[in-house]
């Protein structure tokens, strides 16, 4: 009843006190999709209402007690390690599980054991001259990609830089003015310039008409 919001448990009283207790598969399921939660929830919320309902709940107000202590468990674990790695000994998970519900009378499993260890920061490790080993992961060094057989290898050239090599412009220029170029320049024409002190003819005049 706690882990849902009060207004999905009025929801789900509601709906059970109306259908005198008892719920269809389907609207349990509408419940459950409404509210975003699951059907179980919706079931579980149903049997505690009905049980409240009843008087016969027997459940207690601040909710059940644990099964273990855990901050008792995890001090016997840490016992029990600290001894293992004196003896130079290593012990599974599922082993440290069956001793710790040997010895507090509750059955315990090997992922509860392993939530408490990390919990409460108990080492698993085997100590190797007074040390505790930590194991630690060798990066590699990547390996290089399979060359494919039909792919054709293209040789990588560096670029000339700006200003390395002449330009076109200059070798054409060194290439018409060498001897052994078969490209010949033509001559420059040059205009004549009029003297300063020639004469300039003057045009024959026209006849007269009549004459």
Not at 44 to 73: F, Q, S
Request: aromatic residues 8%; positive net charge; proline residues 11%.
């Amino acid at each position: 009843m706690r882990n849902l919001p009060r207004e999905v448990v009025a929801a789900i009283e509601t709906a059970v006190e109306v259908n005198n207790g008892a719920l269809e598969s389907a609207f349990i399921h509408s419940l459950a999709k409404i509210y975003k939660t699951s059907p179980q929830a919706v079931v579980w919320n149903m049997k505690r209402y009905n049980k409240v309902k009843a008087g016969c709940d027997d459940r207690k107000p601040g909710g059940r007690p644990a099964a273990m202590d855990k901050e008792k468990a995890a001090e016997y674990i840490r016992i029990l390690m600290t001894e293992a790695h004196c003896a130079g000994e290593w012990i599974s998970l599922d082993k440290v599980a069956e001793i710790v519900s040997d010895h507090f009378g509750t059955v315990v499993s090997s992922t509860w054991v392993s939530r408490i260890m990390k919990k409460y920061e108990i080492t698993h490790k085997v100590p190797k001259d007074g040390k505790l080993v930590k194991v630690t992961k060798v990066s590699q060094a990547p390996k290089p990609a399979p060359a494919q057989p039909n792919s054709t290898w293209v040789p990588q050239y560096n670029l000339p830089t700006p200003g390395q090599y002449p330009t076109f412009r200059e070798d054409l220029q060194q290439a018409m003015g060498s001897p052994d170029s078969p490209v010949e320049l033509a001559p420059q024409y040059t205009y004549p310039t009029p003297a300063a002190s020639a004469e300039v003819p003057t045009p024959p005049e026209a006849p007269k008409p009549g004459s």
